[in-house]
């Protein structure tokens, strides 16, 4: 039986168009358009068709997906992901085509979304059931399972605003997970949680569907976990549906290949992203041993620098800067940020522009294709710049054979290769 059935969905937004939020920015565009001047707050790049702006963030998508099938739905950034999600979530509506359901849907799109900061964890719980569409009596059965999985026990009769984001998120998927919904949109926040509840989740969502018959459509950028979970997958590019395949390694390499054609080892926010009193990044990038921005592929030991630049309008100590390291499938394989080694140095920080700099351990990676994604915090408080979410990243190629070893010729098993110092002691008799 079909559980969703979409028939050639579009989503068209119309750039350029007054109504961003605030009078001021409302005002620069509209003095911007009267002189003729390109909008300084238009973060989209505009297409000309008849004579107006739009941007077609999905184009003609159709696909089934029948009842108790987890469908993994991949692409870049920008590729109309979380659109998707967002129009079957009737948070927003198409511009054309149709979408049946059968069933209820309960959606895990942003961190703490349907939460309300002032309420505990505990009032949050029957709030956010209650958006889901569930009744009371449905939500106190399921409560003490939803407080076991979110680990939160502790903290429930304190106010989500002072939950940290890995918290909050916990608990924002506990209640969709566990409530009696058919079907269960969920896309990238699982990022937010360590690798302990990473595994929860999926086996969670392994569960809705194996034992309980649920429809679960997920969006992710970790491509072991889209194997893993997924034996179908639909892969959007620019708007546009590339592949919807039963063959979950197809899809894969297919996200793979549109990766690193995207590779570019310099960020530069021309958008005005990210923008916060403690730190709003202007620049990310690597570079060479002249300090010159990276425009060729990397060779294992080589010297290559980190460089985060940014503005600080209010200093903290509390601020984090740093990065994580993704392998090409998605997979972190570490992070780090200025308070390894340097918590105290946050003191000596002024007003103005700042540059973080840090070496990348090139003497550790294999040949391929690598993200480093911004990972900008308050320590213990919020993320400014979530690293799980990939929205500020840079992408490179490392090419040759790791280290100074002459007996590596070739790639070794493993997403890392050390070259490690041994020492060898003759047994004596």
């Known amino acids: 039986m079909t559980a969703i059935h979409i028939?050639?969905?579009?989503?068209?937004?119309?750039?350029?168009?007054?109504?961003?939020?605030?009078?001021?920015?409302?005002?620069?565009?509209?003095?911007?358009?009267?002189?003729?001047?390109?909008?300084?707050?238009q973060?989209?790049?505009?297409?000309?068709?008849?004579?107006?702006?739009?941007?077609?963030?999905?184009?003609d998508v159709s696909f089934q997906v029948q009842n108790g099938e987890t469908l993994g739905i991949i692409g870049t950034n920008g590729a109309g992901k979380s659109t998707l999600l967002k129009i079957l979530s009737r948070i927003t509506a198409p511009s054309v085509g149709r979408m049946t359901f059968k069933g209820r849907i309960a959606s895990l799109l942003e961190v703490g979304t349907g939460f309300h900061s002032e309420l505990?964890?505990?009032?949050?719980?029957?709030?956010?059931?209650?958006?889901?569409g569930m009744r009371r009596w449905e939500i106190l059965r399921k409560f003490d399972?939803?407080?076991?999985?979110?680990?939160?026990?502790?903290?429930?009769?304190?106010?989500?605003k002072r939950y940290s984001s890995g918290m909050s998120v916990r608990?924002?998927?506990?209640?969709?997970?566990?409530?009696?919904?058919?079907?269960?949109?969920?896309?990238?926040?699982?990022?937010?949680?360590?690798?302990?509840?990473?595994?929860?989740?999926?086996?969670?969502?392994?569960?809705?569907?194996?034992?309980?018959?649920?429809?679960?459509?997920?969006?992710?950028?970790?491509?072991?976990?889209?194997?893993?979970?997924?034996?179908?997958?639909?892969?959007?590019?620019?708007?546009?549906?590339?592949?919807?395949?039963?063959?979950?390694?197809?899809?894969?390499?297919?996200y793979l290949s549109v990766s690193r054609a995207e590779a570019n080892a310099e960020w530069i926010n021309e958008d005005k992203l990210a923008h916060d009193p403690l730190f709003t990044p202007c620049r990310f990038r690597l570079a060479d041993a002249q300090h010159k921005t990276l425009t060729v592929p990397i060779h294992p030991g080589d010297d290559v620098d980190v460089v985060i630049e940014g503005t600080i309008e209010e200093p903290s100590s509390q601020l984090g800067v740093g990065y994580v390291l993704f392998a090409e499938d998605g997979t972190p394989l570490f992070t780090t940020s200025q308070h390894d080694t340097n918590f105290e140095n946050v003191l000596s920080l002024v007003p103005g522009l700042v540059t973080f700099r840090?070496?990348?351990?090139?003497?550790?990676?294999?040949?391929?294709?690598?993200?480093?994604?911004l990972w900008v915090y308050q320590h213990r408080v919020r993320h400014l710049v979530n690293p799980g979410e990939q929205t500020i990243r840079i992408t490179f190629r490392v090419e040759g054979v790791p280290g100074n070893s002459p007996y590596w010729d070739q790639p070794r098993m493993g997403y890392l290769a050390p070259v490690i110092a041994w020492t060898i002691t003759p047994a004596t008799h």
């Open 7 to 41: 028939e050639h969905v579009s989503k068209e937004y119309r750039l350029g168009v007054i109504g961003h939020g605030t009078l001021m920015h409302d005002l620069q565009s509209w003095w911007a358009r009267w002189r003729g001047l390109e909008d300084p707050n």
């Open 43 to 59: 973060r989209l790049d505009a297409v000309k068709v008849k004579g107006r702006d739009r941007f077609l963030a999905l184009n």
């Open 120 to 132: 505990t964890g505990r009032e949050n719980i029957f709030m956010n059931g209650a958006i889901l």
């Open 145 to 160: 399972q939803i407080v076991d999985f979110s680990g939160v026990e502790r903290f429930l009769d304190t106010p989500v």
């Open 171 to 254: 608990l924002a998927f506990a209640v969709a997970a566990h409530l009696d919904a058919e079907i269960l949109l969920v896309d990238e926040v699982l990022a937010v949680g360590d690798a302990e509840f990473q595994r929860k989740c999926l086996g969670r969502m392994q569960d809705a569907t194996q034992n309980e018959g649920r429809t679960v459509l997920f969006v992710s950028h970790n491509m072991e976990a889209i194997r893993r979970l997924c034996r179908r997958v639909v892969l959007l590019d620019h708007g546009t549906m590339q592949l919807d395949t039963d063959n979950v390694s197809e899809a894969i390499n297919g």
């Open 358 to 373: 840090t070496k990348l351990p090139t003497h550790w990676l294999h040949t391929g294709v690598y993200t480093l994604a």
